[in-house]
């Protein structure tokens, strides 16, 4: 051996005076620092763990040392389980976290636990984004134990996945944990942020007047304005497209001044911003169709045919509106944008038709 072979050595021989009893941890240690033989280290770590069940510093080891470094998560997160469910215990190393004032030593097993809850937060999202949703929420269930600060979070996420899994059950079970941890903590930005992701899904579920109950409670000069477009689209698919357009139209403006804005979300929006439109534009047009015999009759006051010459051009003005978002939302189309402009022709057809059927038959009626 060499000088820093026995310097280690001695090191792990003061360490185990002072922090461990059994002789299977001492050769467990041993093993992984001094002869890099992880496999025989894990071995004597078992051992150990036996020999010694309410030291929390054991399983703590095996995570950091022995799992972690060949990658194996799941197992170092089992470790790391059992080390919180111990008596903590001081560290045989303490070590500093963060920096400049916010700095702090961390000198406890369950303390250093707590700094891995990032880290398996993570490990759960790479989980979610390839599906393995068993194994995500487990690494969620985990990094929630690990850092109880983590747990509205990591509540979230479960809840996005059993949403994705159309399981709406586990989907509210786990929102709502979410929910109420968060209004007894002072991120008042989470709390909205969680109310928001449940008007999502009460949205999917068509429970609209639940949905609408949440908005009531959030404090709406705090919404950012892409949470805005989740409730213009919540107005939306409750068939009150007035309030979708006037809302719709504070917003619009703001998503387009803020270089952030994905130039998807610009042109879904203004998508259905046209859709509105055209709904609106529709609802009149056919209130003047099933009323059109009732104006071509000779003795129509000139009362009744004004007020639906008005509302004729009303709805021009909505298929218009209709038209120029449609326009916006092929300028922001990344793609061909077919459909848009499929609606687009048909919206200027429309608009012609109204003029040449509609109004200036309209206006020959007053003329008589």
């Known amino acids: 051996m060499n000088v820093k072979d026995y310097l280690a050595i001695f090191t792990i021989l003061i360490s185990t005076t002072l922090f461990s009893r059994s002789m299977e941890f001492n050769s467990c240690k041993s093993y992984v620092k001094v002869e890099k033989n992880l496999e025989k280290g894990e071995e004597f770590g078992l051992l150990a763990m036996e020999k010694e069940p309410d030291n929390a510093y054991i399983p703590y080891f095996m995570a950091r040392f022995i799992y972690r470094p060949q990658k194996m998560i799941e197992k170092a997160g089992e470790m790391y389980l059992k080390a919180i469910n ?3 215990t001081k560290l045989e190393r303490p070590f500093k976290t963060g920096s400049g004032k916010n700095q702090i030593w961390i ?17 759960g999202l790479e989980e979610e984004k390839i599906r393995n949703y068993k194994l995500a929420i487990k690494y969620f269930k985990m ?3 690990f850092d109880p600060n983590l747990k509205a979070q990591c509540y979230n996420a479960m809840a996005f996945i059993f ?8 989907t509210f079970h786990y929102i709502n944990k979410a929910i109420d941890i968060s209004s007894d903590g002072d991120n008042n930005e989470l709390s ?11 949205s999917s579920q068509k429970r609209i007047d639940e949905a609408f109950e949440i908005y009531e409670t959030l404090p709406k000069n705090e919404l950012s304005a892409i949470q805005r477009t989740q409730i213009f689209e919540l107005y939306k698919n409750n068939n009150n497209c007035d309030q979708a357009i006037k809302m719709g139209n504070e917003i619009f403006p703001v998503l387009e001044n803020d270089f952030s804005t994905p130039m998807s979300v610009l042109s879904g929006f203004a998508f259905n911003m046209a ?3 055209l709904s609106n534009g529709t609802i009149i047009y056919n209130e003047i169709i099933e009323n059109w015999a009732k104006l071509g009759d000779s003795n129509a006051p000139p009362e009744l045919i004004e007020s639906y010459l008005l509302k004729a051009e009303q709805c021009k003005e909505s298929y218009s509106s209709a038209k120029d978002y449609f326009r916006l939302s092929l300028d922001y189309e990344e793609g061909e944008g077919e459909v848009a402009k499929k609606y687009k ?3 200027r057809k429309k608009i012609r038709d109204l003029d040449n059927e509609i109004i200036s038959v309209l206006e020959g009626y007053l003329s008589k």
Request: contains cysteine; proline residues 2%; negative net charge.
């Open 86 to 88: 111990t008596t903590d």
């Open 107 to 123: 000198k406890t097993v369950h303390d250093a636990v707590a700094t891995q809850g990032v880290d398996w937060f993570n490990y």
């Open 143 to 145: 990094a929630s134990m």
């Open 163 to 170: 949403f994705n899994d159309n399981n709406p059950d586990s």
């Open 192 to 202: 909205i942020e969680l109310k928001m992701n449940k008007i999502g899904f009460l």
């Open 275 to 277: 859709a509105c439109y």
């Open 345 to 347: 022709k048909d919206v």
